[in-house]
């Protein structure tokens, strides 16, 4: 019989899980040997350079898939002990080495320094310095810690968080997030940990572009009565370090989010001036207002 015609004999037919289950078993932990792996060597992908080839309903299926999929911590140690050695493009070691240089700053900061440099996270947390040690110290959030702030507690925070804590609150694109937590088990048992609380302001109430288009129409807006955008308060005129803000909080007036009067050009946190934080975020539509509202029980 011709190779060509031959039909599978399983073409069309359906597998029983206790089927799937043997053939998933038999092929746990198999190798491939030296002359499969030499075969296999400048094998091109069939689907390399292709587009469109997938149904929108595989597409979703493969991003469930991915979303699912965790890791075991025995693969994470796997991964990483063959990344060990492995050399780092240029660009990867100058991120690296600025990342390093912010915590090295970081590790010279007191609570002087944070209030100086921060001032908008003394709005949002509680800071002080440890009794005997001078660390500085902070709240976990999860409001049933012993260390939470409802308990009257404190612990040590890294300096880590301090940094990522800090850029979440003041960067343009935060959310608001990376909340301080003194254990792992109290992250995942904080309600406010990506389910429910402040978080739930990170669900997008526009798209990307939608927003674009808004930001671009505010500052459009400005061009074409002056000659030129500033920011409104300080009058800084380098549109690198201007922002858009909304001047009616889109956490609490949603509809008015993509209002281009409801947008105002201020200093972002590039600029020394930072009017973003100094006039953009205070008293009623300061974070920690807004997210005192939510409660976390």
Known sequence: MNDEKRIPWNKGKKQCEETKQ????????????????????????????????????????????????????????????TMTGQPKSPEHKQKLVEHLNKLNEFQKYDLNNYKENHPFLFKVEELREHPKTSEIQVHCKNHNCSNSKEKGGWFDPTRSQLYERIRQLEHPEGNDGNYFYCSDECKLKCPLFKKTGINIHKRKIYTEYEYQTWRQEVLKRQ????????????????????????????????????????????????????CHYKYGHKDKCSTGKISSNILCF
Not at 235 to 264: A, F, M, R, V, Y
Request: charged letters at 30%; one cysteine or more; aromatic letters at 4%.
């Open 22 to 81: 043997k053939i998933s078993d038999s092929l746990t932990g198999r190798k491939l040997n030296k002359e499969t792996k030499e075969k296999m060597k400048g094998r091109i992908p069939w689907n390399k350079g292709k587009t469109g080839i997938y149904s929108t309903k595989t597409k979703e299926k493969l991003r469930q898939a991915r979303l699912g999929s965790v890791m075991t911590f025995e693969t994470k140690q796997k991964i990483s002990s």
């Open 223 to 274: 061009k074409d009565e002056l000659g030129f955008n500033e920011c409104e308060i300080c009058g800084n005129k380098n549109i690198n370090e201007l922002c858009i803000h909304h001047e009616k909080p889109q956490k609490t007036n949603s509809i008015l989010s993509l209002d281009p009067d409801n947008g105002i050009i201020l200093c972002g946190s590039n600029s020394k001036n930072k």
